[in-house]
């Protein structure tokens, strides 16, 4: 069985652990799970490339996140931070670790040797032993792309910042008016991404951003013709509980879009080629007009490893019907 899933960072990354649990426990440690990660998050930091969902996603599923944070490394130290933060040197809002600097410093280094983030992914995926355990991550493009906020100046004017000014320096409490991701036009989806979607048995997307992590991934060119044609089912899970994201400000970048913050909507911005929509208990009561929407039996939550298998087992199933 071959399963494709888009995702951003730590809701992404969370899911498709559960799932590789899932799968590994019940006979199908063959199947084979591509994962099309957002790279809308990227910056360049101190120039270091960092890419902070491709990293959550090689951290959790190689056995290296903090697990109490979601991202960046466990065991992690911050001396080369506090040797910036003495030089003075900016920003000192984004928190990098030592060992997480170790990633940042080699994919820079072989970027700048001419590889493609692809191919420095593919390597750094392979220190992790994501193939070893039935992975593969792509990076949704080659082309380095970045998300920017359109937020209020303060003084009747528009201004942009990172994404990630926004998120992490701000906590998404400056209003958006909206997303604009510089080189997403012209980005080209990255090598197998495509083929990954149209040749998969089953597309999940797991309870990612909707706006700001598979918003962005959609955005790709191809990559949304490619979901709508795909003969494979797309399932999905809900991010939102009751109206709230489980963590993170999607409710924020859902806003800023002009969407209500429910699990409803949200399974409408991908109504064009979704089958299946798993929501929490709490919102039983949500309709789609063309995919079937299923309530859990229990918390939508994956509070461990072991309740998100049972989430993604949930999915599978709903992907069957659809198969048949
Ligand atoms: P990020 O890039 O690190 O922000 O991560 P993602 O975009 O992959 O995932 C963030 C989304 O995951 C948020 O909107 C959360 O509401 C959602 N999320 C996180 N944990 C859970 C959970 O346990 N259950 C559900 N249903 N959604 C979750
Ligand atoms: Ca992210």
């Known amino acids: 069985m071959r399963i494709t899933a888009?995702?951003?960072?730590?809701?992404?990354?969370?899911?498709?652990?559960?799932?590789?649990?899932?799968?590994?426990?019940?006979?199908?440690?063959?199947?084979?799970?591509?994962?099309?990660?957002?790279?809308?998050d990227d910056i360049t930091l101190f120039g270091l490339r960092v890419c902070p969902d491709l990293d959550t996603l090689l951290y959790t599923l190689g056995?290296?996140?903090?697990?109490?944070?979601?991202?960046?490394?466990?065991?992690?130290?911050?001396?080369?931070?506090?040797?910036?933060?003495?030089?003075?040197?900016?920003?000192?809002?984004?928190?990098?670790?030592?060992?997480?600097?170790?990633?940042?410093i080699v994919r820079s280094q072989w970027l700048g040797q001419g590889l493609s983030l692809s191919q420095v992914t593919e390597r750094l995926a392979q220190r992790w032993q994501?193939?070893?355990?039935?992975?593969?991550?792509?990076?949704?493009?080659?082309?380095?792309?970045?998300?920017?906020?359109?937020?209020?100046?303060?003084?009747?004017?528009?201004?942009?910042?990172?994404?990630?000014?926004?998120?992490?320096?701000?906590q998404a409490s400056l209003p958006a008016?909206?997303?604009?991701?510089?080189?997403?036009?012209?980005?080209?989806?990255?090598?197998?991404?495509?083929?990954?979607?149209?040749?998969?048995?089953?597309?999940?997307?797991?309870?990612?951003?909707?706006?700001?992590s598979i918003g962005i991934v959609l955005g790709v060119p191809g990559v949304r013709d490619a979901l709508r044609g795909t003969t494979a089912p797309v399932v999905g899970v809900s991010p939102l509980i009751s109206g709230r994201p489980v963590r993170g400000h999607a409710d924020a970048c859902l806003a800023a879009i002009g969407v209500p913050s429910t699990a409803e909507a949200v399974g409408g911005l991908y109504e064009d080629f979704l089958d299946a929509w798993l929501v929490?208990?709490?919102?039983?009561?949500?309709?789609?007009?063309?995919?079937?929407?299923?309530?859990?039996?229990?918390?939508?939550?994956?509070?461990?490893?072991?309740?998100?298998?049972?989430?993604a087992a949930h999915l599978l199933r709903l992907a069957e019907p659809a198969r048949a």
Request: no cysteine; hydrophobic share 40%; glycine share 14%.
């Open 280 to 311: 929490d208990p709490a919102d039983a009561g949500t309709r789609l007009a063309r995919a079937r929407v299923e309530a859990f039996d229990g918390p939508l939550l994956m509070s461990d490893v072991e309740a998100t298998a049972g989430i």
């Open 177 to 212: 008016t909206r997303f604009v991701v510089a080189g997403l036009d012209a980005a080209g989806p990255a090598p197998g991404v495509l083929d990954a979607i149209r040749q998969a048995d089953v597309v999940v997307l797991p309870p990612s951003n909707p706006v700001v």
């Open 63 to 104: 056995g290296g996140i903090d697990e109490s944070q979601g991202w960046g490394r466990a065991d992690e130290s911050h001396a080369v931070q506090g040797e910036l933060a003495a030089y003075g040197a900016l920003p000192q809002w984004f928190a990098l670790g030592d060992r997480d600097f170790g990633t940042h």
């Open 6 to 40: 888009l995702a951003g960072g730590v809701g992404g990354a969370r899911f498709v652990r559960g799932l590789r649990h899932h799968l590994d426990t019940t006979g199908h440690r063959d199947a084979e799970i591509t994962v099309i990660a957002n790279t809308g």
């Open 130 to 170: 994501l193939p070893e355990r039935g992975i593969r991550l792509l990076p949704m493009t080659d082309t380095p792309v970045e998300t920017h906020v359109v937020v209020d100046d303060g003084e009747g004017g528009e201004r942009a910042i990172h994404f990630q000014e926004w998120w992490v320096r701000h």
